[in-house]
Nanobody
Framework: VQLQASGGGLVQAGNSLRLSCAAS????????VGWFRQAPGKEREFVAG????????YYADSVKGRFTISGDNAKNTVYLQMNTLKPEDTAVYYC?????????????????WGQGTQVTVSS
């Protein structure tokens, strides 16, 4: 499975962006998807995750209420809608997939990673 993350860009604080994570192919396996981000000089951190069936979603406290993760199985794509962006949201955002039902916050739990997309929020 190959993942392609897109949708990053430069925006002013308070504005929105929507990131997309497209999977190369649909498989019979069950995958949960997570979004992570890595700011310069910091470790990669969990942002949001969605269960394989899209029924359960999870968020880091720092983005809860501002970001929404969703999936479109027909398009093999997971989205991260980011609203009310803040300068501290600036980072490279990565999507990742893990074999299983639920996402996890641990980076090591994921089997596949996308290449990352840069999000820059100016004040």
């Amino acid at each position: 499975v190959q993942l392609q993350a897109s949708g990053g860009g430069l925006v002013q604080a308070g504005n929105s962006l929507r990131l997309s994570c497209a999977a190369s192919r649909r498989t019979s396996s069950t995958y949960a998807v997570g979004w992570f981000r890595q700011a310069p000089g910091k470790e990669r951190e969990f942002v949001a995750g969605i269960s394989w069936d899209g029924r359960s979603t999870y968020y880091a406290d720092s983005v809860k209420g501002r970001f929404t993760i969703s999936g479109d199985n027909a398009k093999n794509t997971v989205y991260l809608q980011m609203n009310t962006l803040k300068p501290e949201d600036t980072a490279v955002y990565y999507c990742a997939a893990r074999a299983g039902v639920l996402p996890k916050a641990s980076r090591s739990s994921y089997d596949y990673w996308g290449q990352g997309t840069q999000v820059t929020v100016s004040s």
